[in-house]
């Protein structure tokens, strides 16, 4: 990661057909059809490798889980107040102020029950085009993740990615699959405050099809999302999965 090309990007102007679990993943993957509605006129946000940074405010309220320098004098912090027991970790956006407190400018939208809410983030290198963050949700496997469009100083909440990547570990003489953090391998396109978000390598687990089946194995190129300014929305083989809403 180069530091100053991290700075320059984000200084935030101001302001079925899956197999079971148990099954072989289909071998030739799919084009997605959500992969190609924009054209040329889609923006690409690459990853940004950013480290991870020791604490740099201090203070008696908050347990800081992960910091990451996002823009000059501008950080995101994981963290979680240490008296709170139902909201759970939070995203900060603050500045550090001389006397180590933080000057905190946007929160985001609690994690809840989850143990973990790792930030991946993805920029164009326009700082009018915000950033894209996708948090990993879970304890010691990957519940999903949450996507957030960091921009105006305002972490917005752009909804829910219910897949992990898939990895195989030994574990007692036993090789058993496990369910990681799949945001290293997303790519997000954007385009007139939409998103799409695809994935790279070989498969991926969708824990829900929206259609009646669970813990479903697909090839990455045949699962989706998108973003269309108001929800976001699951894609399999092209074709749009609408969670149902109660009436």
């Not at 099954?23 to 030739?28: G, L, N, R, T």
């Not at 219910?162 to 391998?185: C, G, L, M, Y």
């Amino acid at each position: 990661m180069k530091t100053n090309a991290a700075i320059l990007i984000l200084a935030l102007a101001a302001c079925n057909s899956g197999d079971a679990p148990d099954k072989k993943v289909a071998d030739v993957p799919l084009e997605n059809a959500a992969d190609t509605t924009w054209g040329t006129s889609a923006k690409n946000y690459a990853l940004l490798d950013l480290p991870n940074l020791d604490d740099n405010v201090k203070g008696d309220t908050l347990l800081v889980y992960t910091t990451h320098q996002v823009g000059n004098d501008l950080f995101v912090m994981a963290a979680k107040n240490k008296e709170d027991k139902r909201e759970g970790l939070r995203l900060y956006l603050y500045t550090p102020r001389p006397d180590s407190t933080a000057d905190v400018l946007a929160v985001s939208a609690p994690a809840y029950d989850s143990s973990t809410m790792l930030p991946t983030y993805f920029t164009t290198g326009d700082t009018a085009d915000g950033v894209v963050i996708l948090a990993n949700f879970g304890e010691k496997e990957s519940w999903g993740q949450k996507v957030f469009w960091l921009k105006g100083h305002e972490f917005r909440d752009l909804g829910w990615l219910d897949v992990a990547h898939r990895e195989w570990k030994t574990r007692d003489d036993s090789t058993v699959q496990w369910r990681t953090n799949i945001a290293p391998f997303a790519r997000v396109q954007g385009h007139n405050d939409q998103f799409k978000i695809t994935f790279t390598g070989d498969s991926l687990q969708l824990f829900d099809d929206l259609a009646g089946n669970q813990e479903r194995m697909f090839a990455t190129g045949r699962i989706a999302y998108r973003y269309d300014g108001r929800q976001m929305v699951l894609y399999e083989d092209g074709q749009e999965r609408l969670p149902k809403h109660p009436l």
